[in-house]
DNA sequence: ATTGCTTCCTGAGCGC
DNA sequence: TGCGCTCAGGAAGCAA
């Protein structure tokens, strides 16, 4: 399931490859994979201009003046092909280049969209997002602020894409494995010298997984079809024993499941 | 304002 | 081999 640093990581593929192509159609494979703009009228798509992210998000933007923004949700993939004749098991949309080479938007589970808008458009899941992990402004002053008013458990907050934008499941579980910090504790009640910890360690999780292209359980690839390799880092995520030899428990929260050690992450704020 | 439940969807894995 | 069941989960929509 793509997080910050699959999203990262495919952005960086696409900025190596599909960039400056000319977009000459988008084709629809499965009905509801594009959603253009209401009222929106377009004659070209124009050449890629830039590829951005923001939290899971990926916003291609156009020399036309329109963007596309893509969430691959729980399975989406975007995998570069340079035959026209070839395309994949579950492919959603195709963006065919003018070099006839394209971009499949492949998604079994079919959550994933591409939305269509004019640049000047403001999405509003997108204007709702909270700050970037990386970025200077997520500390633990931040954290405390977002955090005054939540009573529910710290792991569902951090989920939360709307305090900070780009975690998920597996990235959230290895956090508060590093934090030493209990998933289940309340989030307002967590202490700040915890609360750096959580950030440290949120930033610490985002940059090597970057570095290593991201975490391949399953479906996730590369714009070049590769997995990534920081599944072989993950201490507690699926896993069923924890490095300090204790049973990894797995629990559900607000219907997802939660690994940790209730050795190393303690029920203390 | 915050929280949690349901929904979308397909394929893998399991027991029988 | 094949059937039916459970599970995987990001985020929108909704009710409480």
Redesign the pocket.
Known sequence: ?P?LPEVQTIINGLNRIVIAKTISSIIEKRQGTLVFEKGLKICEFGKIKSIERR??YIIIKTSKDLKLIV?L???GKLIFEKDLNNTS??SRAEIIFSDKTKLIFDD????GKIQIVNSNEIIN?LQKLGIEPLSDEFNAEYLKNKLK?????IK??L?D?TVIAGL???YVAEILFRAKIHPAIP?NKIETVSLKRIVLETKNVMQEAIKHNGTTI?DYRSVEDKTGEFQNFLKVYSKKICECGVEIQ?I?Q????TYFCHKCQNYET
Do not use: W, Y
């Open positions: 399931m997080e939290g899971k969430h949700r729980m399975t098991s579950h079994v589970r079919t959550f899941a008013n939540r009573k529910a458990p569902n907050v989920l894409q998920g499941n597996i989030a399953s797995k559900k607000a219907g997802r499941s």
